[in-house]
């Protein structure tokens, strides 16, 4: 993001989280309030990718893994004479993903708590923040129809 | 082929559309053969809307899959795709796997003749500023309330305050269909809110504005609450209470109870399946100020039809689901996800022979509604048998049409006020008075 600009920037979504990166500006006159608000939104974001840049990962790898001993059960070869991918098709991939779904149960219950729990901190401070703002525009304002 | 095109480009759901325009036209009565065939051209080539949005804290799942539905959307505009470039050919058959069919999007989008998709492929790779432009803001409050499914859903409100049996008074229609309508915003609005990581790793929903970064949570949720507010206030001031309450208590079922439920226990589809259930019953409730056996009907049928319509479209999203951590019947109990369907399908075509049983419709209704109940059922027993993606996917384009249809073929059947007071004098007696017949 160019240097001179006073909004916060968000990219592409991540390869492995899928999550969009958000680069924070930091404004120089920042008060403790907005510090508090950014610092949590980056350990916010931090968290989550994390988990799901970790869960997407192990969810391909199982996946791989599923594959491979199902083809080898049925005596196939990872690749076939064209050289393209061999695939299992839906109905069979249905066991890996119900199986996958339960073994994460727990995880996700966890990870939604968590989640939940940050996405209201964060709105709360940024309605705080959003209030303060406005206070003060409007004291400003009060100010200067006074001059 | 440019009528394709066009559906494509104007979103995710076409339905909501032709609901609107169904319901201005069921209003007036005007129901021609011709309407009925574009309808059903419409949804015929409309391959994918994923209407996998369940949710619309009203009717979420009416012709809306409440839940997730951009896979199909996506594929069918592979299918699209792939029709004009023969030598990308791969075979669409139960067997291709999504990563193909994702190897074949990609490929597809390269050599995609549409410029505006383009064009949205690459800007989504570029770093943004997050800063919100006014002239942005409508678009993205549009995707963020869900506009399709809050049209559709005030759609079927209508349909319920149509069907209900006493005059039309058309400035309590429109108060129940703007506060309705507003309810619906605010409820889409929260679930959007709610679901910000698992719509990121969601093929279907990963464009929405939270994810995108196009409007801030706070803004979202500031934006629900001044629609939630006033469409509540509007309907238990404007309409009635009863039908406020109605409204108040789908918002709270569909943000706080379907929407974190869909993550801990499969009976979140019961619970949708209620959510699109209310609101025809709120646009009875508006028009006679209290809960008959036909609100009940009206919000049994959607009801019912929300499982063939979701079931049918979850099948094809189960590797998504499994990744996100959802807890959908067809991942974890896949028998009972097709078993459910059919039931639900069958029991359509016992709630039409209630119908006029409960004096809300003549006998016709049944008997016209037969032919596409039983097809309905017929391709819920072929989903139910089969289990593959095919069969489901049959199921589920055929749901977004009958639906409408069905709403119709009832409007027209609908029992007159004039019908009913022949009925008693002829009978010499009141029939329990369950409505006052009122000459206009």
Redesign the interface.
């Known amino acids: ?1 160019p240097a001179h ?1 006073h ?7 991540d390869k492995h ?4 990166p ?2 924070f500006y930091v404004p120089p006159e920042e008060s403790p309030l907005e510090r508090r608000l950014r610092e949590a939104r980056q350990e916010a974001q931090a968290c ?1 990718q994390r988990f ?1 840049a970790r ?2 990962r192990t ?1 391909h790898q199982e996946k791989e893994e599923f594959i491979y001993s199902r083809l080898k059960a049925k005596g196939l070869e990872m690749r076939d004479e064209t050289g393209q991918k061999a ?5 069979e ?2 066991d ?3 199986d ?3 073994k ?2 727990r ?3 966890q ?2 708590r968590d ?2 729990k940050r ?1 209201f901190t ?2 709360f401070l ?2 705080q923040v ?1 209030l303060v703002r406005a206070l003060k525009w409007l004291r400003w304002k009060k100010k200067n129809v006074g001059n | 082929g440019l009528f394709a095109w066009h559906l494509k480009n104007t979103g995710i759901r076409q339905i909501p559309c032709q609901f609107v325009h169904l319901c201005h036209v069921a209003n007036d009565r005007l129901i021609t053969f011709q309407y009925f065939n574009f309808l059903k051209r419409m949804y015929v080539t409309q391959y994918n809307k994923d209407l996998s949005q369940r949710a619309k804290p009203k009717s979420d799942s009416v012709a809306s899959p409440f839940r997730e539905l951009q896979q199909l959307d996506q594929e069918k505009k592979v299918i699209h795709k792939i029709r004009p470039i023969s030598p990308v050919h791969q075979p669409l058959s ?4 999504r ?2 069919l994702r190897e074949m999007k990609s490929a597809a989008e390269t050599e995609d003749s549409v410029a505006p998709v383009r064009a949205e492929s690459k800007e ?8 919100l432009r006014l002239d942005d803001l409508p678009g993205i409050l549009a995707r963020l309330s869900k506009i399709k499914l809050t049209a559709l859903v005030v759609s079927t409100a209508s349909a319920g305050f149509a069907m209900a049996p006493v005059p039309f008074d058309l400035t309590c229609f429109l108060l129940a269909s703007l506060g309705t309508g507003l309810a619906s915003c605010a409820a889409n609005s929260i679930n959007q ?2 679901e ?2 698992f719509d ?2 969601m093929n279907r929903t ?1 464009n929405r504005p939270l ?3 196009q409007i ?3 803004l979202a ?1 500031s934006f629900a609450a001044s629609c939630g507010v006033p469409g509540i206030a509007l309907l238990t001031l404007g309409v009635n209470p009863l039908t406020g309450a109605l409204g108040a208590f789908n918002i709270f079922l569909y943000t706080c109870c379907y929407t ?1 439920m869909k ?2 226990s499969i009976a979140n589809t019961w619970v949708g399946a209620v959510v699109g259930a209310i609101p025809p019953v709120m646009g009875w409730t508006a028009a006679t100020g209290s809960l008959d056996a036909g609100a009940l009907l009206l919000g049994g049928i959607l009801y019912s039809w929300q499982f063939p319509h979701f079931n049918a479209l979850s099948w ?1 999203l ?2 998504d ?3 996100g ?1 959802y ?1 959908m019947m067809s ?2 109990h ?1 028998g009972l996800c097709r078993r459910v369907a059919l039931r639900h399908c069958l029991a359509l075509i016992g709630l039409s022979t209630a119908a006029p049983l409960l004096d809300i419709t003549t006998w016709t209704f049944p008997v016209i509604s037969l032919p596409i109940n039983l097809y309905i059922s017929y391709l819920g027993f072929r989903f139910y048998r089969d ?3 095919s069969s489901s996917r049959k199921l589920f384009f055929c749901s977004l049409w009958h639906l409408p249809m069905l709403l119709l073929v009832m409007f027209t059947c609908k029992k007159s006020f004039l019908e009913k007071e022949d009925k008693g004098d002829l009978l010499g007696g009141n029939h329990g008075g369950a409505m006052e017949i009122r000459l206009p």
């Open positions: 993001p600009s909004n916060d920037w968000i990219g592409p979504p989280s899928n999550l969009r958000v680069i989550d799901w869960h997407n969810f695939t299992l098709n839906a109905e991939m249905a890996f993903y119900k996958f779904l339960s994460n149960f995880k996700h219950m990870y939604n989640w939940y996405n964060i709105t940024m309605g959003a | 139960e067997t291709s796997s990563n193909e989504d790779r570029q770093w943004k500023e997050m800063k809110f709610f910000v990581p990121s790793n990963k994810v995108r970064g801030s949570p706070l949720v974190p993550r801990m094809g189960r590797e689901y499994s990744r951590g807890c991942v974890t896949p289990a593959d993606r």
